[in-house]
């Protein structure tokens, strides 16, 4: 007996079980010193309360189980865009044959840097104890988040006692950083209005003799451009697709430092820029790599697949600013990873002397470098004399304070 009470008191409330306890052992007492048929009756009912008590604290919602669905309308998910919600379907089996009113079912969400939320709904089970619950999460920032265990409460019908039961349903998913269409870069244009000696370096991206392929019709195509085989095949214009000139690679080196933000949107803003030009690079077939200057100073080869890509993009999923020291310190570990002859994008919030000698430091390694400098967002100084200052070097920048600004800005309708 003393297992059962010590098993049920581990899942109801001490307070109440006692309280129960008590009045349970003083109709005892009655019995036994005062006798008759009111006191043993008395006995029995509160007994059968206890009973119910007990067996409803070792059964039922402490045995709950369930199984967890997500739904979102993209394709995968398990992978969302920042701003993006998932939908929920918590499927709940609660055993044994005594009837609960309801039970309210708490679920925590969990993000990668600490964060969380908690979710709260009552659900009705059936009379085979099963239910349903659906809830939908608030508008995501990147991550990775996982569902903790889920608690049920259950009282009985009288009100007397709170029975808690816990379960695990596996439910983790990643959250993509924001990223924006970027349609050309003016770094990469051959007459892109670049100060100092970056001129003469900027490449072209003229064509190859060399057939890479068939696409459409593009109004203006020279008729020697025209692929009529696959023309009189599919029915509809189509023109031969050359290979282009190959281009210096390029190295994405986005600043991780603790101390440079002065906010978490700012640090997002960044990890955002970055994340759009890997999409412009795969797009553009241009060798784009990464360097992450955080807690360890992560290098990403340049590389033109998507497969590549992805492994950028996973990594910028959990990184935090959490960034201590120099940056040419930090630079110089991983140095070796840096082609000569790229392009040697720093994207960061600093200025001043720190990140001319980054920009020197770049240079002397036979890269050319720039800056793609990122404002608070919360801040209306748009820092111009620091972008006149990267001019008069030839050090080409670039400011934003927004993700919705970047295309033109890169695109040179906004050079600031």
Same mark, same amino acid.
């Given at each position: ?100 009113p309801y039970v309210v079912v708490r679920e925590i969400l969990k993000r990668h840097n600490g964060e969380s939320w908690v979710f709260e709904e009552s659900l009705i089970p059936s009379l085979k104890g099963k239910g349903e619950l659906h809830f939908q999460t608030p508008a995501l ?36 950083p924001r990223s924006v269409f970027v349609p050309r870069w003016q770094l990469y244009e051959r007459r892109a209005r670049l100060a100092g000696p970056q001129a003469s370096l900027v490449p072209s991206r003229r064509e190859t003799t060399q057939i890479n392929g068939v696409r459409d019709y593009v109004y203006g195509d020279r008729l020697t451009r025209i692929h009529w085989n696959a023309t009189a ?17 390029? #190295? $994405?080196?986005?600043? =991780? ?5 002065? *906010? &978490?949107? @700012?640090?997002?803003? %960044? /990890? ?116 006149? #200052? $990267?001019?008069?070097? =030839? ?5 934003? *304070? &927004?993700? @919705?600004?970047?295309? %033109? /800005? ?7």
């Amino acid at each position: 007996m003393k297992s059962y009470l010590s098993g049920a008191a581990a899942v109801i409330q001490p307070g109440k079980l006692a309280g129960v306890l008590a009045i349970w052992g003083i109709t005892l007492l009655y019995v036994l010193f005062q006798g008759g048929k009111t006191s043993f009756m008395l006995f029995i009912m509160v007994t059968v309360l206890l009973l119910y008590l007990i067996i409803g604290g070792l059964g039922g919602v402490r045995r709950a189980r369930g199984t967890r669905s997500l739904y979102s309308e993209q394709d995968k998910p398990d992978l969302l865009y920042a701003g993006g919600f998932l939908r929920v379907k918590l499927n709940i089996t609660i055993p044994g044959f005594l009837p609960l009113p309801y039970v309210v079912v708490r679920e925590i969400l969990k993000r990668h840097n600490g964060e969380s939320w908690v979710f709260e709904e009552s659900l009705i089970p059936s009379l085979k104890g099963k239910g349903e619950l659906h809830f939908q999460t608030p508008a995501l920032e990147r991550g990775h988040y996982t569902f903790e265990s889920t608690d049920i409460l259950a009282e009985d019908i009288f009100g007397l006692v709170e029975h808690k039961g816990t379960f695990h349903a596996e439910g983790q998913f990643r959250v993509l950083p924001r990223s924006v269409f970027v349609p050309r870069w003016q770094l990469y244009e051959r007459r892109a209005r670049l100060a100092g000696p970056q001129a003469s370096l900027v490449p072209s991206r003229r064509e190859t003799t060399q057939i890479n392929g068939v696409r459409d019709y593009v109004y203006g195509d020279r008729l020697t451009r025209i692929h009529w085989n696959a023309t009189a095949k599919t029915g509809d214009w189509k023109s031969k697709e050359f290979e282009h000139e190959s281009i210096p690679k390029t #190295v $994405l080196v986005l600043d =991780g430092s603790a101390s440079a933000y002065g *906010s &978490s949107n @700012q640090f997002e803003l %960044a /990890v955002s820029v970055t994340s759009s030009l890997l999409g412009y690079g795969i797009r553009e077939r241009i060798g784009i790599g990464m360097c992450c200057l955080d807690k360890n100073t992560k290098v990403f080869s340049p590389a033109e697949g998507s497969a590549e890509r992805q492994k950028m993009i996973q990594y910028l999923i959990d990184i935090n600013a959490e960034g201590r020291g120099p940056l040419i310190t930090r630079l110089e570990k991983a140095y070796r990873m840096f082609p000569k002859g790229s392009y040697f994008v720093l994207i960061s919030p600093q200025s001043g002397q720190p990140v001319l000698d980054v920009m020197r430091w770049a240079e002397s390694r036979g890269m050319t470098p720039s800056q793609i400098h990122v404002r608070n967002p919360a801040a209306k100084n748009r820092n111009q004399e620091w972008m006149d #200052v $990267l001019a008069s070097r =030839g050090i080409t920048g670039y400011s934003v *304070s &927004s993700l @919705q600004e970047l295309p %033109a /800005v890169l695109g040179g309708d906004r050079v600031i």
